[in-house]
Nanobody, 124 residues
Framework: QVQLVESGGGLVEFGGSRRLSCTIS????????MGWFRQASGSDREGVSC????????YAADSVKGRFTISRDNAKNTIYLQMNNLRPEDTGLYFC?????????????????WGQGTEVTVSS
């Protein structure tokens, strides 16, 4: 059984910081590629940041580059998304996802395991 559970969302002030967590059971994150995705109301889901399980390849969307950082703690079987300098346009439902496939793109279609999402709202 593979399960992913996100936490850490909530209300954040403009320019503030927040760290999202995703705890995983059923597999080890060091062997899986992991990703964070988000979906704003009325918009398609978009890739925010991904990291490979092998070579550590990372991707960050242009809209968050320099502000968001994905990381992995193998001992805790957890991945994180550190979000700094938050903006209202960062508001959305954030999903954690995992795949055993080789990661060459941060596309949602590569990922087969998903968490339930955690809401992030940034005030103006």
């Amino acid at each position: 059984q593979v399960q992913l559970v996100e936490s850490g969302g909530g209300l954040v002030e403009f320019g503030g910081s927040r760290r999202l967590s995703c705890t995983i059971s059923g597999f080890s994150v060091d062997y899986y590629a992991m990703g964070w995705f988000r979906q704003a109301s009325g918009s398609d889901r978009e890739g925010v940041s991904c990291i490979s399980g092998g070579d550590g390849f990372t991707y960050a969307a242009d809209s968050v580059k320099g502000r968001f950082t994905i990381s992995r703690d193998n001992a805790k079987n957890t991945i994180y998304l550190q979000m700094n300098n938050l903006r209202p346009e960062d508001t959305g439902l954030y999903f954690c996802a995992a795949t055993s496939l080789t990661l060459d793109t941060c596309s949602q279609y590569k990922f087969r395991h998903w968490g339930q999402g955690t809401e992030v709202t940034v005030s103006s």
